[in-house]
């Protein structure tokens, strides 16, 4: 915002309280997988409209986990909460919908996105869709849900122990949304003028098995109702894990983020293993296909072994990445293990609970190496290669 100083957002004085956005929930459900999005195109008769959506699970296994919009008119003091699916699901067969995220165009539409897959519990690699729901009216009413294509997330191999997808390999960092939907649109922020509305749709995906995840896009240039066929845009050896795209205001440019492992799906937890964060971008041509990619980042490869959940069973590497632009240059944000050890003795009782050779349960504090979890989000901004 204009005039927006660090003094200013350093001050807690200038920062409202904090309100629950999710309301009618009762104590037994669960909001999970949420984005928020300000309107944020001056030309926009919703503008400084905030939007939050996130799927709505409920207490009993298999019931119903639609998606649930709400919104705020008011700068945040109040929300009023919409469901924008249906309350159904299909278990066992497939899960919920999730994975949502949601945007808008110079003239306020709102554009959510969102998948359902099947459940990996029975499908190896659970496939799925993409959907979208749009609000013509600044969140008032959303239509229907319309079908986009269908996806395959990356998902080969469910842990036997902490009962998740892990990409890595055994006792690896959990996939389950790798091939939800992460959107751009080129609304012309902060005024509007010049938006070309073109979206750009990226995410993980499966389908061409195991060790060859791909990071696939797909655009539209007329409100979501045609899309290009999805085409890969990572780099060769890249196993994608998590993806975003960023378009600039003026919808010429556009820059994707993703995170990647660089070694084949691990069977043991002693052989090496590689994660990287890489940043991309490709110009727009006129009928809106992205060209001329060039790569404007490849981390420092880490190990994704010295990353660790809470309960250190497994590695923990987080759900996202994120980009965003402007019409200069692109910024992006994504997970790093460069800076995380790898414990010897952790990956020994991690293969040992997996039903190898037996091996104590470690304490991090004093049989690890000091770095072990210490994983990082790292960052970049950078200038447009072709102004």
């Known amino acids: 915002a204009t005039g927006l100083t660090q003094a200013i957002v350093d001050n807690k004085n200038n920062w409202r309280p904090p309100v629950i956005a999710s309301r009618r929930q009762s104590s037994t459900t669960f909001a999970d997988k949420e984005q928020i999005w300000a309107d944020n195109a001056s030309s926009s008769p919703f503008f400084g409209n905030v939007y939050v959506c996130f799927a709505q699970f409920r207490s009993q296994p298999g019931a119903a986990a639609p998606l649930v919009v709400t919104r705020s008119t008011d700068g945040g003091d109040t929300w009023g909460q919409r469901q924008v699916t249906e309350a159904t699901n299909v278990p066992p067969m497939m899960w919920g919908r999730s994975g949502c995220t949601i945007r808008t165009d110079s003239a306020g539409v709102v554009y959510l996105f969102y998948e359902s897959f099947q459940s990996p519990f029975r499908f190896l690699p659970p496939r799925g869709t993409h959907f979208m729901v749009k609000s013509f009216d600044g969140g008032r009413s959303w239509t229907r849900p319309i079908a986009l294509f269908r996806i395959a997330d990356p998902c080969h191999f469910v842990d036997p122990v902490i009962q998740r997808c892990v990409m890595d390999g055994v006792a690896g960092a959990r996939n389950d949304l790798s091939a939800a939907p992460s959107v751009t649109i080129a609304n012309g922020a902060p005024t509007g003028a010049g938006a070309t509305n073109m979206i750009v749709n990226v995410w993980a995906d499966g389908r061409d098995g195991l060790n060859n995840e791909k990071v696939l896009l797909s655009y539209s240039t007329d409100g979501g109702t045609t899309w290009s066929a999805p085409t890969a845009v990572n780099l060769p050896g890249h196993r994608a894990y998590y993806a975003a795209p960023a378009l600039s205001p003026n919808g010429r440019d556009l820059y994707v983020v993703y995170n990647a492992f660089t070694t084949p799906f691990r069977n043991n937890t002693t052989d090496p293993r590689g994660l990287i964060g890489v940043v991309r971008h490709a110009d727009i041509a006129a009928g809106g ?7 404007l980042n490849i981390g420092a490869v880490g190990d994704p072994r010295g990353s660790s959940q809470n309960n250190l069973q497994a590695g923990f590497l987080g759900d996202y990445v994120y980009a965003t632009a402007t019409n200069t240059y692109g910024a992006a944000v994504w997970n790093d293990a460069r800076n995380a050890a790898v ?16 091996a104590p349960r470690p304490a991090p504090n004093t049989d690890c190496p000091p770095t072990f979890g210490n994983t990082d989000i790292f960052g970049g901004s950078y200038p447009d290669p072709t102004p």
């Open 289 to 295: 296909t992205p060209i001329s990619w060039s790569t």
């Open 343 to 358: 414990c010897p003795a952790i990956n020994a009782w991690r293969a040992a609970i997996r039903g190898g050779p037996a």
